[in-house]
C-alpha cells in the first residue's frame, strides 16, 4: 500500500464496552509498533511485532489491552472494558525491521464515554 | 529514568521568520535522534535521523543539530511557511532496550503556529 492505514479513524464507545482498532501497514514491514497518544502529549510505546510475535509488549498499561498480529502484516489491537482513561489517540507505525526508519499511520481517535 | 525534554512548549511566528525549537534528552543507550512533524489530526512524519556522530543534517529548510556530549538537539526552520504550522517532535531511540527493539521515546512537541 502506499502507506500505513488505520481503521477507524474515529471510535466513540461506553465505559466498559469492548473495541477494537485496526492497522494496515505498509507492504512488507516486518516491525510493526502501536503507540498512544494523550491530548497534548507525545506518543507512548505500546507494543512491538516483529513479524507475527510481540517481540516487545512492556509498553501495554495493563491486561485490558492486548494486540495480536496473526499473518504478519495486519494487526489488531484489542482494548477490553474500556475506561474513560483509554481515550486518545492510537497511532500504528511499520518499518522494514528493528531499525529503520518508523512511518505513522494517521491513527484512531478512541472516546471512550 | 529516560526522557525527552522539548521547549519551547508553544511558538507563534510571522511567515517567512525563522525559529528553533530545543530538545534534550536523557535517554540510555541512546542509537539515534529524530525530529518528527506532526499535522493536526494526522501521524508523525520523519524530517531528519542522525546517529551519535553527527552534528548537523538538513532536510530543505529545516536544519537538526545533535549534541551528544550534552545531550541537546535543536531543529531550526528557516524562512517559514504557513505550511509549517504544526506540532514538532522529538524522539530518541535507544538501542537494546529491552531487547532488540527500537524503542522510541517521545518529547511531548512544540506546537509552532505560522501566521501571515
Known amino acids: 500500500g502506499a502507506g500505513v492505514s488505520q481503521t477507524p479513524s474515529n471510535k466513540v464507545t461506553e465505559k466498559g464496552k469492548y473495541v477494537e482498532l485496526r492497522c494496515d501497514p505498509i507492504?512488507?514491514?516486518?516491525?510493526l509498533y502501536w503507540y498512544r497518544q494523550s491530548l497534548g502529549q507525545g506518543p507512548e510505546f505500546l507494543i512491538y511485532?516483529?513479524?507475527?510475535?510481540?517481540?516487545?509488549d512492556s509498553g501495554l498499561p495493563n491486561d485490558r489491552f492486548f494486540a495480536v498480529r496473526p499473518e504478519g502484516s495486519v494487526s489488531t489491537l484489542k482494548i477490553q472494558r474500556t475506561e474513560r482513561g483509554d481515550s486518545a489517540v492510537y497511532l500504528c507505525?511499520?518499518?522494514?525491521?528493528?531499525?529503520?526508519?518508523?512511518?505513522f499511520g494517521p491513527g484512531t481517535r478512541l472516546t471512550v464515554l | 529514568k529516560n526522557q525527552v525534554e522539548q521547549s519551547p512548549q508553544s511558538l507563534i511566528i510571522l511567515e517567512g521568520k525563522n525559529c528553533t525549537l530545543q530538545?534534550?534528552?536523557?535517554?540510555?543507550?541512546?542509537?539515534?535522534l529524530r525530529w518528527y512533524k506532526q499535522d493536526t489530526g494526522r501521524g508523525p512524519v520523519s524530517l531528519t535521523i542522525?546517529?551519535?556522530?553527527?552534528n548537523t543534517k538538513s532536510n530543505g529548510r529545516y536544519t537538526a543539530t545533535l549534541d551528544a556530549d550534552t545531550k541537546q538537539s535543536s531543529l531550526h526552520i528557516t524562512a517559514s511557511q504557513l505550511s509549517d504550522s504544526a506540532s514538532y517532535i522529538c524522539?530518541?531511540?535507544?538501542?537494546?532496550?529491552?531487547?532488540?527493539?527500537?524503542?522510541?521515546?517521545f518529547g511531548t512537541g512544540t506546537l509552532l503556529a505560522v501566521q501571515p
Open positions: 524522539v530518541v531511540s535507544a538501542t537494546g532496550y529491552g531487547g532488540a527493539t527500537n524503542k522510541l521515546i
Open positions: 507505525a511499520s518499518s522494514w525491521g528493528a531499525y529503520n526508519e518508523q512511518f
Open positions: 542522525m546517529t551519535f556522530s553527527e
Open positions: 511485532f516483529q513479524g507475527t510475535g510481540a517481540a516487545d
Open positions: 507492504s512488507g514491514h516486518t516491525a
Open positions: 530538545c534534550n534528552y536523557t535517554v540510555s543507550p541512546f542509537s539515534n
